[in-house]
């Protein structure tokens, strides 16, 4: 801002001074003629005028703007358009001042102690505004009380928008919230029972960035060691500790951690090749990065909100529907590397979402057509209950508390047994509950492995952390 701003006021001060000089001393040279030199130029105050002009007109509004950081194409036409408009505006209008203060009577040393305060007073204002302007929010975590249905651990504010995703460790003891900040994707990880921030990392390439760095989901590895991160065009073993890579693999979008420390990805496809390939599913041994298994598989992960894959809870069963619009899913032992099971749901519309059963034994199917929700004895494999009035799935989760169902900004738990609702989470906030013409789109949420803690991002709210393995009773 100095540099900027010196460069220009030494211009526009000159001439702008040279202008005022001439006006004065044609019209009031009397003013001028009880100086120590009367045949002084105003060019100087003109310099010193524009050039606070520049600080606090011209620039201060564009560096304590957030939008300058963003960088890019458009941050930078949006910084062009903006400079044109307030860098004339600015070091004309200051050297103006300085040209017009300067013709009034004051002695050399009060000018000098002037111009020093002013200088003084003019960069501790641009320091404050700068600060208050480009300084992130204050994370704060606390334990709001409410009427929740569940035991509420912690609430996250200061978020200024949505993360881009979350995920819980195996025990919903950490939280890793990946946010995106002037275009650069932040990873962080919380420790929920000590309410604080126990690591912390950005994940900017060294070079440009490519589909290889731009995040779109994470999650904990299996022991809890390290974290998964997917991007578009690759997914990332990374130290929790420190963010740092360990290894890549080919993949894509999503990730999910199963048992024997192994991991599940979708291929990653160009998909502006002429004649793309399917998104397969490729299965990795995460001790050696070596590839075990390609499953045979057509899930494009930006077809949906969420693709449907579903892992059990002891990481060894995986079911998902070989394409995103036919009616069969398929159940494979990832332990076996084998298929042992496959179910017709006979309304080829395309599956939403799906969630095991906290024993493993039954499959909840969310479908785009037909019956919302339907519960399945994979085995056999049989259709044992089918729920009509639930709504349409965008995500669902299973706990002991019931089948939870993640539809137009809310949850609504359902009983597998009765199929009866049992409790609903409202993820409004709070000025918009009572509203039914505005719902807010479900934001991103995870369950814990042992299906004991949810989380969800509650737009203009914050991150809530739930209890689900109990009830307030209200």
């Known amino acids: 801002m100095t540099l900027v701003s010196f460069v220009i006021a030494s211009v526009v001060g000159v001439v702008v001074g040279w202008i005022a000089t001439l006006i004065w001393r044609g019209k009031n040279l009397s003013d001028l003629s009880d100086s120590p030199n009367p045949r002084a130029w105003l060019i100087k105050p003109a310099i010193f005028g524009s050039f606070i ?10 560096e304590a703007n957030q939008a300058s950081l963003v960088g890019g194409p458009y941050g930078g036409l949006w910084f062009l358009m903006m400079f044109v408009f307030l860098a004339p505006l ?15 009577q ?3 040393i009060r000018r000098q102690r002037l111009i020093g305060i002013i200088l003084l007073l003019t960069y501790f204002f641009a320091t404050v505004i700068l600060y208050v302007g480009l300084a992130p929010p204050a994370l704060v975590m606390d334990k709001p009380t409410g009427s929740d249905p569940f035991p509420v651990v912690a609430e996250l504010k200061g978020y200024e928008s949505g993360p881009k995703d979350l995920a819980l460790s195996d025990s919903g003891q950490q939280l890793a919230v990946v946010t995106v900040r002037y275009g650069e994707d932040k990873v962080e990880i919380w420790d929920l ?29 299996e022991d809890g060691q390290q974290l998964i991160t997917a991007a578009v065009r690759q997914v990332q073993v990374r130290n929790l500790a420190n963010g740092g890579v360990q290894m890549r693999l080919d993949g894509g979008e999503v990730a ?16 502006w090749a002429n004649e793309p390939e399917p998104h397969n599913l490729k299965v990795w041994d995460l001790d050696t990065g070596k590839l075990l298994q390609t499953i045979d598989a057509d899930l494009a992960p930006t077809e949906r909100l969420s693709v449907p894959i579903a892992v059990s809870p002891d990481g060894r069963l995986l079911a998902f529907p070989p394409g995103l619009y036919g ?6 032992d990832m332990g076996d590397q084998k298929q042992i099971a496959a179910l017709t749901s006979n309304q080829p519309a395309g599956v939403l979402s799906l ?13 785009g057509q037909g019956s919302p929700l339907s519960i399945w004895d994979w085995r056999s494999p049989k259709e044992i209950k089918s729920i009509a009035k639930a709504d349409r799935a965008e995500v669902l989760y299973w706990t002991e508390q019931g089948i939870f169902v993640g539809s137009d900004g809310a949850f609504q738990v359902w009983d597998p047994q009765t199929g009866e609702a049992r409790q ?3 993820l409004q906030p709070p000025e918009e509950r009572a509203k039914s013409d505005l719902r807010f789109p479900l934001g991103p949420s995870a369950l814990s492995a042992d299906r004991t803690t949810l989380t969800v991002y509650i737009p203009r709210q914050g991150i809530r952390v739930w209890r689900v393995d109990k009830q307030t009773g209200s």
């Not at 002009?53 to 564009?62: H, K």
């Not at 999910?256 to 998909?271: C, M």
């Not at 969630?355 to 479908?367: H, K, R």
């Open 53 to 62: 002009g520049m600080v606090l007109i011209g620039l201060l509004p564009i």
């Open 90 to 104: 600015g070091s004309i209008t200051g050297a103006i001042i300085g040209a017009t203060l300067a013709t009034k």
């Open 106 to 108: 004051s002695s050399q």
């Open 193 to 221: 029972p000590r309410g604080k921030v126990l690591y912390s990392f950005r994940t900017k390439p060294n070079g440009p960035v490519t589909l290889k760095d731009i995040l779109s989901s994470l999650e904990f590895s």
């Open 256 to 271: 999910y951690p199963i048992a024997d420390n192994k991991l599940v990805t979708l291929a990653s496809v160009d998909a």
């Open 327 to 332: 009616d069969r899913i398929e159940i494979w």
């Open 355 to 367: 969630a095991f059963s906290p024993d493993g034994e039954q499959l909840a199917v969310a479908l």
């Open 424 to 426: 609903k989470l409202d």
